[in-house]
């Protein structure tokens, strides 16, 4: 069982490690870590965010578990050479087309949710993001108008193909739980998005177990505050994927509890190769300081455990060690608390 583990930038390294901490602590047969640099840290020793050495790694391995990227230090680099290339150039090739971004109230946390108790206590839902496609890999253009502004152009696309893949792996998740599927799109105004929507009804043929709904990006926003309790499974592009599940993180309580699995095609003899990361970015801001809430990124060493190895049985004892943390009142300043982040990795530990 060969894991990749990329710390990254900012608070990655340190919620990283107490990942790895818990899974270490599972004791698991033949599991062993190979550690690479992504992101800023990567630019700095090597040149390039994602450098050969590490592509090598992840293609070598049954999984990824990633940090974070990013690093101020970098922004006035070419795009190509920003951290942020990194994780985007990881999901292009090795194929990880489908992120799933699971995001749940777990009792007792109601009263840190941005929602009031009552409506925060109904969320229990799971966003299918589709991740290889749409403005983050359309073609991209700075120019300058005849009278001389400056100007930008982003293209939005998508093909059949990619928006049917990501059709079925959101139906099939939501056979496995509550089996309504929620499909976000722009279709009155984009021409993108009246073909996912197309082919989304295609595809619903082959699934007349699931009932599917269609729902305009906008008012997805606003339900989620209103009643976020009416979802199960949401499935969007890219753009609308990103923003929906960081405003579903603060619906739950905190973007510092919501993790990712990002699945493509590849299965190795465990099951299937993913990267997994806490949906939060880099905080530089409290980077180092000891601050940080590592437990998305131990819910994420979770997901990994289920989806990449098979290991449902570890995958929950992690889930339940972290909510009897929380029960407990071990919380980050992110969720009004003062325990930091070996402290948090400290109690997870001792609730496994």
Request: hydrophobic share 40%; charged share 25%; net charge negative.
């Amino acid at each position: 069982m060969k894991v990749a583990v990329f710390p990254g930038d900012g608070i990655g390294p340190e919620v990283t490690r107490e990942a790895v901490r818990v899974l270490e602590a599972l004791d698991l047969p033949g599991l062993t870590l190979f550690e690479g640099d992504v992101g800023g840290i990567a630019y700095k020793r090597h040149g390039h965010p994602l450098p050969e050495e590490t592509r090598a790694i992840a293609r070598s391995c049954d999984a990824v578990l990633f940090g974070a990227v990013g690093d101020p230090d970098c922004d006035a680099l070419e795009r190509h050479l920003r951290p942020e290339q990194a994780i985007l150039g990881l999901r292009e090739r090795l194929m990880l087309f489908a992120n799933l971004r699971p995001a749940k109230v777990l009792p007792g946390m109601e009263a840190a949710s941005s929602l009031r108790p009552e409506i925060a206590r109904a969320i229990d839902l799971l966003i299918v993001r589709e991740l290889t496609g749409d403005v983050y890999f359309g073609d991209k253009q700075r120019f300058v108008c005849q009278n001389g502004e400056r100007g930008g152009r982003d293209v939005m696309a998508y093909i059949e193909s990619e928006v049917r893949r990501i059709a079925h792996t959101a139906f099939r998740a939501a056979r496995g739980r509550k089996r309504r599927l929620c499909s976000v799109d722009k279709a009155n105004v984009l021409e993108t998005s009246q073909l996912w929507r197309d082919v989304v009804i295609e595809t619903a043929a082959e699934y007349s177990d699931v009932e599917l709904e269609h729902m305009y990006v906008d008012n997805a926003a606003m339900q989620l505050v209103r009643d976020p309790g009416r979802f199960d499974v949401i499935v969007t592009g890219n753009l609308f994927g990103d923003i929906l599940s960081d405003q579903a993180s603060m619906c739950v309580g905190s973007i510092g509890l919501l993790a990712s699995a990002s699945l493509g095609e590849r299965q190795t003899e465990y099951g299937t190769f993913g990267l997994y990361e806490p949906i939060h970015g880099s905080a530089p801001d409290i980077a180092e300081q000891g601050r940080a809430n590592p437990m998305a990124a131990i819910l994420s060493t979770a997901m990994m455990l289920r989806h990449s190895f098979g290991r449902e049985a570890e995958a929950g004892r992690i889930e339940a060690a972290v909510a009897l943390a929380l029960a407990d009142g071990v919380r980050g300043s992110d969720l009004g608390g003062h325990a930091g982040t070996s402290e948090i990795g400290d109690a997870v530990l001792e609730r496994l």
